[in-house]
């Protein structure tokens, strides 16, 4: 059974930061790219970052390129969001998301396993 669990919401000031994490098991992360997706409320989910370690590609949407970094360690089956600078606007519900195409893409379509999310909240 394939399981992914986000951690590390919470909520932050303007400005600050935080860390997600989203542990798999199931999965072998050679095997997947792992993206991270955001969802505000009464706005449709938007994907944010992804990684794939097997080709040593990341993709950032343009809203979060040079505040969010993310990572992968393969012996932990963890990837991580690094969320600096944060913004009101960066407020939703985060899921990670894995899918078997490898491919760096911010298409929800090709994702096959997610999590249940975990709660974002910037105070300005």
Known sequence: EVQLVE???GLVQAGGSLRLSCAASGITFDDYAIGWFR????QEREGV??????????YYADSVKGRFTISSDNAMNTVYL???NLKPEDTA?????AT???LVTADLRE???????TQVIVSS
């Open 49 to 58: 970052s992804c990684i794939s370690s097997n080709v040593g590609r990341t």
């Open 93 to 97: 519900v985060y899921y990670c998301a």
């Open 82 to 84: 690094q969320m600096n």
């Open 111 to 117: 994702y096959d396993y997610w999590g249940q999310g």
């Open 100 to 102: 078997g195409s490898r």
């Open 39 to 42: 969802q505000a409320p009464g």
């Open 7 to 9: 951690s590390g919401g």
